[in-house]
């Protein structure tokens, strides 16, 4: 094969594997989108808050330990060596349950029946108060994740596509980073399990039942309230997973938060709920910001991932505003 | 028993569309805009300047033009940001290439500009509506943003990738770059913002205003009476991005003197505004003011009173401010989505009817 | 109402309109006329495709076949705010107000199609645009005596009960000066007292403003009243057209309302 084919084969991958990730974000907002009709922009710093909490827990750290010293003059920092892996993965997906459960309580309850956009506005300052919280609970200085995950360049890989290129040619294979495979695998684990989750349980089929209609689900003794803290503690533990693969891969720190606007495109894309048009959705933006990058990019000066997420959302809600996925939507009057 | 409206009788529509129609009410606007022209510019010193007036009088011109297109109209922007960016490059553009033109005229035009890329970025919206257009207003910001970073002739080429604000005069005054004294740029805000504010005022309850409420309440309703989408969507845009690019001009011009995009016309800057006319009221001028004051104070206020009186550490005030920020605009969603215009009314209700309430 | 109504020619003819979503047949073939000056009722049970017709009127729909003549002209196909501007108002079966503003303003927005100031002298509020606003100011109130809604002209709509919003919305279609008012069930809803408020207001508007109407309305009692002709439709087809006393007498309308075993 010749080298510029290589290359681009492995532009192609690593947007596959950027894709994976942007995926995994935009899952959790499908999930909550399906179930309540809520256009979950906290989801990234809940990713953030989630990440945080995993680091506070394994390093052993005191919660709000700068306020306390501040308020108190003491000088606490931790309380221990630190929790193993495992233990502290339990206990941050506790903590996300119990947010989900105080969301419910003090915001959906009381935003039932407005409409879509007020409650996508109330989720923005969702956002900033767990933004807020989480810094203050656990610092803002950027801070490394390890739970294991192997990382790195794959060196077997390097050597096989290395004698994919012609011999005389000057080539090196290509890199891959093994986090990025794990991402990938672990999202795969994810979107099965949440399937077979919501096909084949008492509680998935309720939860269906709501995102359907929630008049009628009312109707057959289906407490929305329950639902609804169970989907807010499921896309917390989603958004954990994508905090974790994240917060591996670059460090957790507040642009861990940004990784939601990266999944708006990706939901117009893919349709706001359809957990494959998630997937599909990434994987399209994924590779086509990597691609138009390493064409167009050096034409027009770089760093134009910033943006070609959106301006392709952009040009393809002109067509099809309903999403790859989505029905039709017929007006009324 | 003091503020009522009893005796106060209207006996032309003439007299009865005015924006005040409470004698006391106008009396209190005109007692406010007489101080805010004639006793401020005697007390301002630098910091009251830096810290609160310029950036109540900027933002709130930001509020009014979100306002437009948002309470008005019905349709969210998150793209604010990128469009007062468009206003400070755009002023940038025409003062360094005009040096004579008036700074006036200049931020005029820098609004037209705006606005006519805005009218660009709001075509979309007669396709998609709700949050799917928020996320394609999030285009308009990014791009934006990258395009002003990355193609050298809206900066002139300048080495650093800055735009640095001449110095310009009206009048005889200095009112832009580092020598301007502090009356002269917030009498230059000043003017500005209160022209403006009538403008849209004028604009909101004529024809004009009711098109876009016509279009926010009920799209499909407002076509079939007789509203044209085209016209009522894009005016909106047309008319929002002019106040936002006028806002940005007046930000970097006169305020910062000195801008990068990423950093001064950021993300962040589309939620602060966002948030401004939430907390203020959705669909309301003073409210666009209120907003855009509350959420200037509130943290100058807090870090006086958490920095420098109990010495508390500024990044934790910094994320306090976060937490408060987000619950109220929560709790505003929630409690009174009409934002603190609407407490305000409530109060006069009462006080109106004080001291007998039955 | 006096036996003998005489009317002029045809405001509205609708020809062999046939229309379709997807595969579901929402008309079929469907042809009648609409005089100047009478009250022309459109009944027929649920689902018989009273609503599409009136949707295909104001242009909401765009029928797959067939075609209509508006006031002696064919109509190409426009967009519903160009219809508008014709001179078609209408009233919607669920209430479509815009509740966020008061009962003078939408009434005003009524008015939209008869107002031109340009955004400049709007942004001034001075010259055309608030000479345009006074006398436009003149003639919604005059509605809103018409309709004695006097003491809610600064109520924001939202708050404002059923029946009076129905009547606010009457009020809206009027201020619009049309010459061919669509009410997709006026009445719907409402109690007997409503009724007969809305009734008088629908005749006298007929009367005083010299509008033709068409209506959709369930009330039998107040559709052989209030109409001088009706169409009957069901299952998107036109089962009778003729006066109140013919279509009562017909023997495939009453089929339709009662239902008939095909055994």
Redesign the interface.
């Known amino acids: 094969m010749p080298v510029e084919l290589l290359n681009v084969i492995e532009v192609m991958l690593n947007g596959l594997m950027a894709g994976i990730m942007y995926s995994l974000v935009a899952l959790g907002f499908v999930l909550i989108y399906k179930a309540s009709g809520i256009?979950n922009y906290a989801q990234g710093v809940m990713a953030l808050f989630a990440a945080l909490t995993l680091v506070g827990f394994q390093t052993g750290q005191v919660p709000f330990a700068?306020?306390i010293n501040?308020i108190f003059g003491t000088h606490i920092e931790y309380w221990s060596d630190g929790l193993n892996t495992f233990v502290a993965i339990i206990l941050t997906i506790i903590v996300m349950v119990i947010l989900a459960y105080l969301v419910e309580r003090?915001?959906l309850r009381?935003?039932v029946n407005?409409e879509?956009?007020?409650l996508?506005?109330?989720t923005?300052?969702?956002?900033?108060?767990?933004?807020?919280?989480g810094?203050?609970m656990w610092g803002?200085n950027i801070k490394a994740l390890n739970v294991g995950i192997p990382s790195g360049g794959s060196f077997w890989w390097e050597d096989v596509t290395k004698t994919w290129a012609p011999a005389e040619a000057d080539y090196y294979g290509m890199y891959i980073d093994v986090l990025d495979v794990w991402a990938a695998v672990i999202a795969i684990l994810l979107v099965v399990s949440l399937t077979l989750f919501s096909q084949y349980t008492k509680t998935g089929r309720a939860l269906r039942a709501v995102a359907d209609d929630h008049q009628a689900a009312l109707t057959l003794g289906i407490s929305l309230r329950t639902i609804w803290v169970i989907v807010w503690s499921i896309a917390g533990f989603v958004a954990l997973v994508a905090g974790i693969m994240w917060g591996s891969k670059s460090g957790v720190q507040f642009s861990l938060s940004l990784i939601a606007?990266k999944a708006?495109?990706v939901?117009?894309l893919g349709g706001f709920t359809s957990i494959p048009g998630a997937i599909i959705g990434g994987l399209i933006i994924g590779v086509g910001e990597k691609l138009f990058e390493y064409w167009i990019g050096p034409l027009?000066?770089?760093?134009?991932e910033?943006?070609f997420a959106?301006?392709l959302?952009?040009v393809f809600?002109?067509f099809r505003?309903q999403g790859l996925f989505g029905e039709k939507i017929?007006?009324r009057? | 028993m003091f503020y009522r409206e009893s005796g106060d009788f209207k006996t032309s529509y003439r007299a009865d569309q005015q924006t005040f129609p409470l004698k006391l009410d106008r009396w209190v606007v005109w007692l406010f805009i007489a101080f805010a022209f004639l006793v401020v510019p005697f007390l301002i010193n630098d910091y009251w300047e830096k810290s609160v007036l310029l950036p109540v009088l900027v933002w709130s011109m930001a509020a009014l033009g979100l306002n437009i297109l948002t309470g008005y109209c019905g349709q969210?922007s998150l793209g604010t940001g990128g469009f007062m960016a468009v206003g400070a490059y755009a002023s940038y553009k025409l003062t360094t290439a005009m040096p004579e033109l008036n700074l006036f005229i200049v931020i005029i035009l820098s609004g037209g500009i705006t606005a006519m890329v805005g009218v660009l970025f709001g075509l979309?919206s007669l396709?998609?509506k709700?949050?799917?257009l928020?996320?394609?207003t999030?285009?308009s910001?990014?791009?934006l943003?990258?395009l002003f970073?990355?193609?050298p002739w809206f900066y002139n080429y300048s080495a650093s990738g800055q735009i640095t604000a001449p110095e310009r005069t009206i009048l005889g005054v200095i009112v832009s770059g580092p020598n301007a004294p502090p009356w002269a740029t917030y009498l230059f805000c000043l003017t500005l913002v209160v022209i403006l504010a009538i403008v849209a005022r004028n604009l909101t309850r004529g024809r004009i205003g009711r098109s876009w409420m016509a279009i926010r309440d009920m799209d499909?309703?407002a076509e079939?009476i007789g509203v044209p989408p085209l016209a009522a969507k894009l005016s909106a845009f047309a008319v929002s991005s002019f106040y936002v690019g006028v806002a940005g001009a007046m930000f970097f011009m006169i305020y910062l003197g000195a801008a990068e995009p990423t950093e001064a016309f950021g993300?962040d800057k589309s939620?602060l505004v966002?948030?401004m006319i939430?907390i203020g009221g959705l669909g309301s001028i003073v409210g666009s003011f209120i907003g855009a004051t509350f959420l200037i104070l509130l943290p100058v206020l807090l870090k006086n009173i958490l920095v420098g009186g109990f010495g508390?550490?500024t990044?934790?005030v910094a994320?306090?401010?976060?937490?408060?920020?987000?619950?109220?605009?929560?709790f505003f969603?929630?409690v009174e989505?009409h934002g603190l215009t609407q407490l305000w009314r409530i109060t006069k209700e009462k006080l109106r009817l004080w001291p007998f309430p039955h | 109402m006096d036996a003998q109504r005489t009317f002029g020619e045809p405001i509205l003819e609708v020809k062999n309109i046939s229309l379709a979503?997807g595969g579901v047949k929402a008309l079929t073939d469907i042809s009648f006329d609409i005089l100047k000056g009478e009250v022309r009722a459109i009944i027929g049970p649920n689902g018989a495709g009273k609503?599409s017709m009136l949707?295909v009127i104001n242009g909401?729909y765009h029928p797959q076949q067939g075609e209509i003549w508006f006031d002696g002209q064919k109509r190409q196909n426009l967009k519903p705010f160009q219809i508008a501007k014709q001179g078609i108002a209408r009233t919607?079966?669920?209430i479509?107000l815009f509740k966020g503003m008061s009962t003078l303003d939408n009434l005003m927005t009524g008015r939209y199609i008869h107002m031109h100031s340009n955004i400049f002298s709007q942004a001034l509020w001075w010259g055309k645009a608030e000479r345009e606003e006074l006398q436009h100011r003149q003639r919604v109130e005059e509605i809103i005596d018409f309709l004695e809604i006097q003491s809610i002209r600064k109520t924001p709509v939202g708050r404002l009960p059923y029946g009076l919003q129905k009547r606010v919305e009457l009020g809206r279609a009027l201020a619009a000066e049309s010459k061919l008012l669509l009410l997709d069930e006026p009445m719907a809803g409402m109690n007997l007292e409503e009724k007969e408020d809305m009734c008088r207001f629908i005749l006298d508007a007929n009367d005083q403003f010299d509008t033709t109407i068409a209506l959709i309305e369930h009330d039998m009692g107040v559709v052989m009243d209030l109409s001088d002709r009706v169409v009957v439709l069901d299952y998107g087809r036109k089962l009778a057209d003729g006066s109140p006393d013919e279509v009562r007498n017909n023997q495939a309308v009453v089929d339709a309302y009662l239902g008939v075993s095909h055994a």
Not at chain 1, 300 to 304: D, H, S, V, Y
Not at chain 2, 320 to 329: A, C, D, H, K, Q
């Open positions: 256009f700068h306020l501040v003090f915001l009381h935003l407005t879509p956009i007020i996508f506005m109330a923005i300052g969702l956002a900033y108060f767990m933004e807020g919280l810094d203050l803002a606007l708006l495109p939901l117009i027009i000066g770089g760093a134009t910033n943006w959106y301006v959302a952009l809600l002109m505003p017929i007006e009057v | 969210v979309p396709r998609i709700g949050f799917y928020a996320v394609a999030l285009a910001q990014f791009f943003v990258w970073n990355k193609v499909i309703a079939i993300i939620f966002l948030f939430i508390w550490p990044d934790l994320h306090l401010i976060l937490m408060i920020i987000g619950g109220l605009i929560m969603l929630i989505p | 979503f609503s949707n909401f919607f079966q669920n479509a």
